[in-house]
């Protein structure tokens, strides 16, 4: 999610006017990939030049990557245009927390116009991906609700000080499949960050989590339509922006 909307703000590099949102604390040694895109960008650069945005190539990628490893498809609506700058605090401030309680997270995504479904439903994506030592941590050594045995196999990878940046997969069975299993790991208490197990600990999104956990047909309807609304998340359009030529830097 690029912090000022469907922008395309998270893949411009650092310049003498603005810090950009590589280094913010959610994405620094972790949002990875930056090179795909650029390759992308000048093909296409070369087939249709000044035409289709960074932004709409992210969110092309992004369905294209779910459909990859097995998940659902949707419709994605472009005519997005890039942002001219990016705020290192704006990617601090919006992208919630793995710190984060079920409140915290309801809030989180409510201030952006998602319900407390839509949000269960997107946390899904972490079906895939890994996150690093330092963001779970804190879980692993402190925390009651925690499969004993899945904790003790990651603290090897993750000791209690060191190895920050060690990567471990979001979710244990199938880290490189979209299915349902993240939901079926928060049921066995394997939920790798405080904010995945959150959704399955005794709260209101108890019931939609065992939904999921036993439906991957609901689960990818509802998160295809999710990510349909996460598209139209104040994109530049029109005049707005620009259409940038090398995606990590204005025109």
Not at 14 to 38: C, H, K, W, Y
Not at 47 to 73: E, F, K, N, Q
Request: aromatic letters at 6%.
């Amino acid at each position: 999610m690029n912090e000022q909307g469907c922008d395309a703000s998270v893949l411009l590099d650092d310049t003498a006017n603005f810090t950009g949102e590589q280094t913010a604390g959610p994405n620094a040694n972790s949002l990875r990939g930056m090179d795909v895109i650029d390759t992308v960008k000048s093909q296409v650069e070369r087939a249709c030049p000044s035409t289709v945005s960074c932004a709409d190539i992210l969110a092309v990628a992004a369905r294209d990557s779910v459909v990859a490893l097995g998940g659902p498809s949707w419709a994605v609506v472009l005519g997005r245009r890039d942002s001219t700058s990016a705020s290192l605090s704006a990617a601090n401030n919006n992208i919630p927390a793995p710190t984060l309680n079920l409140n915290g997270l309801i809030s989180a995504f409510s201030n952006k116009g998602f319900t407390a479904k839509e949000m269960v439903a997107l946390s899904g994506a972490h079906t895939i991906g890994q996150a690093r030592c330092t963001t779970f941590r804190a879980r692993l050594y402190n925390e009651a609700n925690i499969n004993a045995s899945f904790a003790t196999s990651l603290k090897a990878n993750c000791p209690n000080s060191g190895g920050d940046n060690n990567l471990s997969p979001l979710d244990t069975l199938t880290p490189t499949s979209f299915d349902n299993n993240y939901f079926k790991d928060l049921l066995s208490q394997k939920g790798l960050l405080h904010s995945d197990q959150q959704l399955f600990s005794g709260g209101s999104t108890n019931a939609q989590v065992n939904a999921y956990s036993s439906n991957s047909a609901s689960f990818f309807n509802d998160f295809a339509s999710a990510m349909v609304k996460m598209g139209n998340l104040s994109p530049l359009t029109g005049t707005n922006g620009q259409i940038r030529l090398n995606c990590g830097k204005t025109n």
